[in-house]
Every structure is written in C-alpha cells, then in structure tokens.
C-alpha cells in the first residue's frame, strides 16, 4: 500500500503546479476582472484539462524512470532540479511580470483547455515539480501506485483550482495580485529555488556515488 506521504506529496505538487503564478494565473484574474466570476470559473474548468494531462505525463515519467533504472531517475532529478533552479533564478530577478490576456470570449472553457494544452512550459514544470517533490521518496513510484497517484494529484488540481476561484472572487485580493504581480513571481522563484536546493541535495550524492 502507498505511503500517505507518498499521496501528500503528489496532492501537494498537483496543487502548487496550479497555483503557481504564471500568464494562466494573470489571465484568470483579467477575466474575473473584467467579466466576473463565472467567465473566469469556465475558464478554469477548461484548464483543468491541460493539468490532467501535463502531471499525469510527469507521473508517468517519473514511474518509468523508476522502474526501469533509478540511475535514469536520478538523472530526470538533476535535470529537474537545474530547471527548477533555472525558473527560481528567472523569477528572483524577474523585473516585470506577464500580463493578463485578453482571453474573454463566448466560449472561455474552450480557451481555458487551449491555454492549458499548448502551453509549451507545462510538461517540464510539472515533471520538475513531482521530481522535486519525491525526491527523497523515489520508492514510492511503482506502477501499482500510479491510480493513487492520479487520483492524489487530481484532488491538488482541486485544491489549487479552489484557491483561485476564491482569489478571483475576491476583489482585494484581485487587486493586490495584479497590483504586485512582480512580487508575488519572485515569491515564488524563492520557492521554486528551494525545490531545486532539495531535488540537487538527493540526487547529486547518489550520482556521485555511482561515479566514485
């Protein structure tokens, strides 16, 4: 049975993949902004579909990685961890902050699948985040854990869409998001630095090991 370590970690992912700042997050507020809650919920409901599939592809690597060899798992973390570095280095010293799209229109779910689909970021970011995230637990990633794991990650999904469903409700907090945009992307540039410190803390001694 899987460790329910295993399932926060996944749950956790899921949710700060969502949550993350980003042109989505922006054009999720624009939307709320300028046509309210319900266009901007659609939207959301759509994206829903674009982190489905970009996290359970990231699972599925990750499992893979596992099963076949850990040393190719250990490599997928250093990557991981250097791409994550990468994004924290960009978002510490990141001078300004994408703004929100003009995405309103008739359908906006169907711009919100789009959006989530084609963003070229989503599948590295998501497999950095669940590398980072269970890189100290890489027993974890078996195939017969993969449906928890889905099903896990899915319940962050929720969990971070309803974090920014009430963020999009909420006009203070609205305001102070767009109003400090640049703030709130180097916030999370810190954090994505510190996933980075401990995907590299795990994974470079092991490497090191096998090379001695």
Known sequence: MIEAG?????ATAGCLYVVSPGPAV????????????????????????GDTLWCSLAITALV????????????????CGLYLGFLGYKGVTARSAEGADDLVGERPWLKGIAFGLT???????????????????????????????????????????????WIVG???????????????????????LAFAVSTLTEALPKLWARLA
């Open 6 to 10: 295993a399932l926060l970690a996944a």
């Open 26 to 49: 922006l054009a999720l507020i624009g939307i709320g902004a300028a046509k309210g809650r319900r266009p901007a919920l659609q939207f959301l409901f759509g994206h829903l579909a």
């Open 64 to 79: 893979g990685a596992k099963v076949f060899d850990p040393l190719l798992f250990e490599l997928v973390a250093l990557a």
């Open 119 to 165: 963003n070229p970021k989503s599948y590295p970011v998501a497999l950095a985040m669940f590398t980072a995230l269970f890189a100290g637990r890489p027993e974890a990633l078996t195939f017969a854990s993969m449906p928890a794991l889905f099903v896990a990650s899915f319940v962050g999904f929720l969990c971070g869409d309803a974090i920014l469903a």
């Open 170 to 192: 909420t006009g203070f907090m609205r305001r102070l998001y767009l109003g400090h945009a640049v703030t709130i992307v180097r916030v999370v540039g810190a954090l994505f």
